[in-house]
């Protein structure tokens, strides 16, 4: 069975809005971002996107499609790559 794998290929282009992880808490459950699977950390070189293996129990197609940027992608992975 195949199930669907958030990855950030694209970490450049990120601006920090941290809309992303809003969505993901909010799909989570939690109240506020702290309990958020997705954390954004200012770099020298921009923004680091931190992804908790848990954020791809979410529905993460909702969390990739909110990024104003494009920063995110949604692969297809069999259980036996996991």
Same mark, same amino acid.
């Given at each position: 069975m195949a199930k &669907? @794998?958030?990855k @950030?290929?694209?970490k450049e282009k990120c601006i920090g809005c941290e809309m992303c992880v809003f969505a993901a808490s909010r799909l989570a459950g939690a109240v506020g971002?702290?309990?958020?699977?997705? &954390?954004?950390? $200012?770099? $020298? $070189?921009?923004?680091? @996107?931190?992804?908790?293996?848990?954020v791809n129990d979410l529905d993460v197609e909702k969390i990739a499609n909110?990024?104003? $940027?494009g920063c995110f992608s949604v692969e297809d992975v069999s259980d036996e790559t996991l």
């Amino acid at each position: 069975m195949a199930k &669907k @794998v958030l990855k @950030v290929p694209h970490k450049e282009k990120c601006i920090g809005c941290e809309m992303c992880v809003f969505a993901a808490s909010r799909l989570a459950g939690a109240v506020g971002i702290e309990g958020s699977p997705i &954390k954004i950390l $200012k770099s $020298k $070189k921009g923004f680091d @996107v931190h992804l908790d293996p848990n954020v791809n129990d979410l529905d993460v197609e909702k969390i990739a499609n909110i990024c104003p $940027k494009g920063c995110f992608s949604v692969e297809d992975v069999s259980d036996e790559t996991l």
